[in-house]
């Protein structure tokens, strides 16, 4: 049974964190805990277009300043994903298999710690929300910045879906587009 449960957690509520690219990340005041204002180390404003800089489904905020963060951003999503996947509430999972995508912005320190955590779109409801910013929470501290960044903190987007809509076979929007080749 146990078995079958943690399948069930892994299954229903694979971590999908996807691109929230409706919110600049400049455009929020970041706070810590502490009620400490995080500095400005935000992509240049003069960007005519900020292409979203994602590594691993979790998008970057902040100037990379030529860093390849591709194998610190496995290593991320892999370790918040673990302690996230623990968290999974019940009403995630069947027969409930309620749906809705969390969204958080948070900073990480050189050294792992977290700074500024701020809830950008909530799922509506609070078991889902308390499970991602858990997820992250209790995956502290996370893995060191890579030595050769130079910036003082990487910002970060995460959005957690629970239960993503899947395409049903023969449905209206398919039968649409076969209609039409």
């Given at each position: 049974?146990?078995?079958?449960?943690?399948f069930l957690r892994k299954l229903t509520g694979l971590l999908i964190l996807i691109v929230a690219?409706?919110?600049?990340?400049?455009?929020?005041?970041?706070?810590?805990?502490?009620?400490?204002?995080?500095?400005?180390?935000?992509?240049?404003?003069?960007?005519?277009?900020?292409?979203?800089?994602?590594?691993?489904?979790?998008?970057?905020?902040?100037?990379?300043?030529?860093?390849?963060?591709?194998?610190?951003?496995?290593?991320?999503?892999?370790?918040?994903?673990?302690?996230?996947?623990?968290?999974?509430?019940?009403?995630?999972?069947?027969p409930v298999n309620k749906s809705g995508t969390v969204t958080i912005e948070f900073a990480i320190?050189?050294?792992?710690?977290?700074?500024?955590?701020?809830?950008?779109?909530?799922?509506?409801?609070?078991?889902?929300?308390?499970?991602?910013?858990?997820?992250?929470?209790?995956?502290?501290?996370?893995?060191?910045?890579?030595?050769?960044?130079?910036?003082?903190?990487?910002?970060?987007?995460?959005?957690?879906?629970?239960?993503?809509?899947?395409?049903?076979?023969?449905?209206?929007?398919?039968?649409?587009?076969?209609?039409?080749?």
């Open positions: 049974m146990h078995i079958v449960i943690a690219g409706t919110i600049p990340g400049n455009a929020l005041i970041q706070t810590d805990q502490q009620g400490n204002k995080a500095p400005s180390q935000e992509k240049k404003s003069d960007e005519k277009k900020p292409e979203a800089n994602v590594k691993g489904g979790i998008e970057i905020l902040s100037d990379t300043m030529g860093v390849d963060f591709d194998p610190y951003m496995k290593r991320l999503r892999y370790r918040i994903q673990n302690h996230w996947d623990a968290l999974i509430p019940p009403v995630a999972l069947p320190t050189r050294d792992g710690a977290i700074r500024g955590m701020k809830l950008i779109n909530s799922s509506g409801s609070v078991a889902l929300d308390q499970a991602a910013w858990h997820g992250i929470t209790e995956a502290v501290p996370l893995p060191t910045l890579p030595l050769e960044f130079k910036g003082d903190y990487l910002r970060l987007r995460c959005n957690f879906v629970y239960n993503p809509p899947t395409k049903q076979p023969g449905s209206k929007q398919e039968t649409k587009q076969e209609t039409k080749k």
